[in-house]
């Protein structure tokens, strides 16, 4: 579907967005499946209301809210972000939902608090995928406060100007666009503010393969391929991948100093 | 047979004109094709297995179609993966000599092309059929590759190369056993 086309933000690409039937149909959502297609076959399992996300930890004000209540909260923003998956692909998404910025302040970090820690829906009635031990269940990410905090950071509800599909997502997903799709964790249900740098999924998975910070970074090649290059869906010419996506005016100076060979 | 065989990289085609093959086609193809080299050469592996346990004759009458099969795939799959990174050179040497994933998969398709060159009757009596025999032994090499590059490429779900590993490990036994019975007998 063609989406009328609004002015662009000053967070917005104006690369040409990808379909909304390719965007839906070829995702990497491991609780319905290993499979590209699982998503979208499997999808229909998840029911995503009523849902309910518990805000915890290091805050002065911790909340258990319903979803509803919760996106009521914001005025709902676009973004027209780029996505780029570790394994070489990427997409152009058009968002719809909140900063996460916006939800931080809201319930006041504590001054103990240094990390974001988000937390999927477990139920292996609804995820195929959590009857086996691919992954160990439930998907886990993380966020540095700062890292939180910017402004590109975001939470979202909806996608192509539509409710945000169960494989992509719903009814909550985090986007941060300059780091690898995987930091990109979906069905949230839980998010804790912690002291301690939260063990994320993929990082305990294969520590060798995927780190915590995973920056998109075309000089620090996964060891199985090159990241120097990327194919965008619906291109058959690869392209060279930027380094933190092409965001990197707006986010390398949260990494400063820091050996991104080694924090990879 | 090798008619039959060349259905799959038909129906691959098709799909890709039909858009068939989903959001990133080249990827899809490459697995593909990757798939199926893997599979012909486990089945041209089988024969000899299968004629010792049955007595039949008919695998070892389709097992050189099977493994010339299996090199075409092999080289398609090749091919797409060039493709897939516009055939700069620079990128694939620098994959081949520092990923093992790629090495591994490169050194079994290189292992299959004196096996694709050497399938005809006219090589066996060039070669003499013990030379011939040792060899096509590389078979064993290859798809022992073939199956790690499976392994190390998939990202999480090893069960499909642990299949074929399986497989190919019962294949290797029933040859030891027999081998062995058979000079314990002489």
């Known amino acids: 579907m063609a989406q009328a086309r609004r002015p662009l933000g000053p967070y917005d690409t104006s690369e040409p967005i990808t379909p909304y039937a390719q965007a839906t149909t070829y995702n990497n959502f491991y609780e319905f499946g290993t499979g590209k297609d699982d998503p979208a076959r499997l999808a229909g399992s998840l029911r995503t209301r009523p849902w309910t996300v518990l805000i915890d930890g290091e805050v002065r004000k911790p909340v258990r809210v319903d979803i509803d209540t919760l996106q009521s909260w914001f005025p709902l923003e676009d973004r027209i972000y780029r996505m780029r998956c570790v394994e070489g692909w990427s997409m152009v998404m058009p968002w719809l939902g909140f900063p996460l910025g916006a939800l931080l302040r809201r319930i006041e970090p504590s001054s103990k608090a240094r990390y974001v820690q988000f937390t999927s829906l477990y139920d292996p009635k609804q995820f195929p995928g959590q009857r086996g031990d691919v992954l160990d ?12 905090l910017h402004p590109l950071s975001f939470m979202a509800v909806g996608l192509h100007g539509r409710v945000l599909p169960n494989q992509n997502g719903a009814p909550l997903r985090l986007v941060v666009p300059w780091k690898y799709g995987f930091k990109n964790i979906k069905s949230v249900v839980r998010i804790t503010l912690t002291q301690k740098q939260p063990r994320t999924t993929w990082a305990q998975a294969a520590p060798d393969e995927y780190g915590f910070y995973a920056n ?22 690869r392209r060279p991948t930027l380094p933190f996506n092409g965001y990197a005016d707006q986010v390398a100076s949260l990494y400063k100093g820091m050996d991104l060979r080694r924090f990879f | 047979m090798v008619v039959g065989g060349l259905v799959p990289a038909a129906v691959l085609l098709l799909d890709a004109q039909t858009g068939a093959l989903g959001a990133n086609p080249v990827q899809r193809a490459i697995l593909q094709t990757g798939l199926l080299a893997l599979a012909l050469l486990i089945l041209s592996l089988a024969c000899t297995p299968l004629r010792m346990l049955t007595g039949w004759t008919w695998p070892a009458r389709i097992r050189k179609a099977l493994g010339l099969l299996a090199f075409f795939y092999g080289v398609l799959h090749f091919l797409l993966y060039l493709l897939d990174h516009g055939f700069t050179p620079a990128v694939v040497l620098e994959d081949v000599l520092e990923r093992p994933f790629v090495t591994v ?14 399938s005809g009757r006219g090589a066996v009596r060039r070669l003499g059929f013990q030379n011939w025999q040792r060899l096509h032994q590389l078979a064993y090499v290859a798809v022992g590759l073939g199956v790690l590059h499976f392994w190390w490429g998939v990202k999480k779900d090893h069960t ?7 497989v190919v490990a019962v294949l290797f036994a029933v040859r030891l056993i027999r081998s062995r019975r058979t000079r314990a007998r002489s």
């Not at chain 1, 269940?137 to 939180?148: F, I, K, S, T």
């Not at chain 1, 970074?217 to 120097?228: D, M, T, Y």
């Open chain 1, 216 to 237: 998109v970074n075309p000089k620090v090649p996964h060891p199985r391929w090159s990241q120097a290059t990327e194919r965008r869906i619906g291109e058959l010419r």
């Open chain 1, 137 to 148: 269940w439930p998907y886990v990410e993380g966020l540095r406060l700062d890292e939180a």
């Open chain 2, 105 to 118: 998969g490169f050194a079994a398709l290189v292992l299959m092309l004196p096996l694709a060159l050497t």
């Open chain 2, 160 to 166: 499909p190369p642990l299949i074929a590993a399986l």
